[in-house]
DNA sequence: GCATCTATACCGTCTGGTCGGTTTTTATCT
DNA sequence: AGATAAAAACCGACCAGACGGTATAGATGC
């Protein structure tokens, strides 16, 4: 029931006010702290601030709530790719290592955004359908253009990897080391397979 | 097979029925098929065919199944991570080539185990800080005897991307691309760092 | 006799969702 | 511009069912 009209809308339309995103910031809130099993409507009520009635007005059910969030994590994702390869047509930068450093960069800068993940796991595997589709496209399009296809896919696992590990909460490493494995992956990425 | 009550039970005395692993595999097929959230005693109870008052006997709560649930996965990644290092001694292998492809190994043959990480994490994340602490001492004792610690690394989290994006239902790659993959793994492993 | 279950009834709380009503914005007409 | 009507946005009390957990009485087997 829930089309996918509003969510594009909200960010071309006017300046009106953008109540489902502060709603899914909270929920994306509430998972990030306590976990996805917490996140209940009556949670997103007391940590939005508006009243069930509203909530469940922008978002008719918790489906469709996490319908939601998944639409926003996808948007998020799609956005940043693109612009990391506008960036690197514009310098001349190595595209593949530009989409791999956008997709690294991702962790740090949406990390809430990515709980839609947890969320949405948790309250029914298939609503994963549109970022399993996603995913696939970004590899595709990262494989097809790396001179190593296998170390790209390695590549993509390992920042699945921090991604995933980040988001169910085992942190797994510490920024420095994060920092020198982001550079040897971009680096890995950009070469010709040996021999 | 040794007792998995022992982690969770002070009183590990007699040699357990399998009446608890029978539970436990009911509440990984609900968490694998259902999704996390649906995750409910009534849904064990249902699954495992024992009646209420026998599951809530062998865990006396949801929260003491999880744990249980958690326990199994540790002990069952504990064994198979030994193994591999005593067979890599016998063998003369790599002993870092060993662990990798052990890690590797355990997402096919443990899948339903490890739904343990989505149960704890949606029920309560410190319900993981075993699990982190157990892949914590996997890292370092890979890290400490690569040639190479930061593709050492690298492996360890494309590893990490491959189970835990299994888990959650990314499926990410073809049994065929995963064969290529940890292959070049480990051999990328097993080599000192470039230049 | 103790441990391990079965079977069932029950309880207090939480949860998703409904519903009638109120406020705020927007469109329309003068 | 001001009045006004309609639509959109929001509120909060309420409900039916699910949930985790307790309690009880009895069966089975070592």
Chains 1, 2 share one sequence.
Do not use: W
Request: hydrophobic letters at 50%; glycine letters at 6%; aromatic letters at 2%.
């Amino acid at each position: 029931m829930t089309d996918a009209r509003s969510f594009i809308d909200v960010s071309a339309d006017t300046a009106r006010p953008a109540t489902r995103d502060v709603i899914l910031d909270a929920a994306e809130r509430v998972v990030s702290r306590d976990g996805s099993g917490r996140l209940t409507i009556d949670a997103v009520v007391r940590e939005s601030g508006f009243s069930k009635g509203g909530v469940l007005y922008n978002f008719p059910s918790k489906q469709a709530l996490i319908e939601g969030m998944v639409s926003r994590l996808i948007l998020q994702a799609r956005t940043d790719c693109e612009a990391a390869l506008d960036g690197a047509q514009l310098s001349g930068e190595n595209p593949v290592a530009a989409l791999i450093r956008a997709i690294l960069a991702f962790k740090h800068a949406n990390r809430d955004v990515a709980m839609a993940l947890l969320a949405a796991a948790a309250e029914s595997p298939e609503l994963l359908d549109p970022v399993r589709e996603m995913m696939a496209r970004i590899r595709e399009d990262v494989i097809s253009r790396a001179p190593d296809p296998i170390m790209a896919r390695i590549a993509l696992l390992a920042a699945d990897g921090l991604h995933l590990g980040d988001i169910l909460g085992l942190d797994m490493i510490t920024p420095d080391e994060q920092a020198a494995v982001e550079a040897r992956l971009v680096q890995l990425v950009s070469e010709p397979a040996p021999r």
